[in-house]
């Protein structure tokens, strides 16, 4: 794998976490976590130490914001939703009566 495909598959992994977050899943956190792994090897490799340094300080941003993301930020195709209607009751005089079903 050369160092240029190396960095696109590794940029598109963060995009990947980037979208799963920005789609408020739990995952995305976990995604981004585990990217920093090969990211730490990749900088190593390349002697750029200053991507090193700032894959450093991305591990705890990431371990705050999987801490701190709801466990179910977003609906499940299992969530049913139901509606109530309000209806006026059909009874002569009892005009101001609401019937909820």
Do not use: C
């Amino acid at each position: 794998m050369t160092l240029a495909l190396g960095s696109v598959l590794l940029s598109l992994l963060n995009l990947a976490s980037a979208a799963l977050i920005a789609e408020r899943r739990r995952t995305g956190w976990l995604v981004a976590l585990a990217a920093q792994l090969p990211w730490t090897w990749y900088d190593l490799w390349t002697r750029q130490f200053g991507f090193l340094m700032l894959t450093i300080f991305y591990v705890p941003v990431y371990v705050r914001g999987w801490r701190k993301a709801p466990r179910h930020a977003h609906p499940t195709s299992s969530t049913v939703v139901l509606a109530t209607t309000a209806r006026t009751a059909n009874t002569i005089g009892n005009e101001a009566v609401a019937v909820v079903g």
